[in-house]
């Protein structure tokens, strides 16, 4: 009984097939891969025959032949040291699940990386057919590597060391963040503050020369924080503690980066600050907390669920070798909330 078992579980071969109808292998599997000259006659018979005992070609065999593996890769970011993954950023999630659910669409599989690959070595054990690279830092290895493997890229956001890189995603951080600084300015706010990543991602990059250029063109006083990367991942309480104890105190705080709001928050409250009444705030990126927390944050929603989509369709044409138009500039929207709400509502 275990054996017949063990034999009804094993895998039906091309070779099964081809005994089954007394062909040789080569006429079997070119009547299934469209080889050949045969008669349509014995494609359909072969193609019968195969659907009745099950045969079904293995992923191997196919990525032989087609010369690819019906795989899509989605690299999450790293700091600039490489140690520090974005594996609790709800943008980044979000993204994950837009890019799988757009691969799964094409027929494709989607593999989520770890953030550590270097080289192209650990690029082949991967392979892809395709990479989309999240957030790459200047100069990034990995976008080397796989450019050197002749693999076909998509970043979201661009490495800053390629600024005419043609196939990126960008959100547009550096109008992002002047829409930021506009609106807390027409609510009153004159000393405005910014937390920000101390790295080398364009992103964290575009919304520092944004911000240097608004205050200048103000005339303001630049107030900024960077906060190094490898603590990227934590709360900014100590910034923002240390930040908002200053006299004259801000009077507005942008957070470039979602994970800073638990933080800013939490320095408030030891400090007594009232959120909008003494300090507005507002964040650059959404995300479920910010919408709903004590108080709702007024933030930038970047939209990472499209951002993805557009990446693997991009990624998608570039696999089949077809012409790309880039970069793509996916629409951000600026959500208003209670934590800047003082003062008159612009337009109102």
Known sequence: MAERGAARSRRTTIRDVAEHLGLSVSTVSSSLNGGGTLKESTRERVRQAAAELGYRPSRTALAFRLGRTGTIAYSLPTADDGSVPMLDVEAYMIGARAAANAAFEAGYALTLTPPTIRGEEGWN?????????????????????????????????????????????????????????????????????????????????????????????????????????????????????ELLGSDPRPDALVASAEQYRPGVLRACRDLGIGIPDQLLIAIGGDSQAAEHGDPPITAIDFQPALQSELAVQMLLRRIEGDAVEGPIVSESMLRVRASSGRGQTPGA
């Open 125 to 241: 054990l991967i392979g892809a057919d395709g990479v989309v690279l999240c957030d790459p830092v200047q100069g990034d290895e990995r976008l080397a590597s796989l450019e050197r493997l002749g693999v076909p890229v998509v970043t979201i956001e661009r490495d800053s060391s390629r600024p005419d890189w043609p196939y990126v995603v960008t959100g547009d951080y550096e109008r992002n963040t002047r829409t930021l600084l506009d609106h807390l300015h027409e609510r009153g706010a004159r000393r405005i503050a910014l937390l920000a990543p101390d790295a080398s991602w364009s992103s964290a990059e575009d919304t520092i020369r944004a911000y240097r250029e608004w205050a200048t063109e103000h005339g303001a006083e630049e107030i900024v924080r960077l906060i190094p990367p490898a603590r990227i991942n934590h709360d900014a309480y100590v910034d923002a503690l």
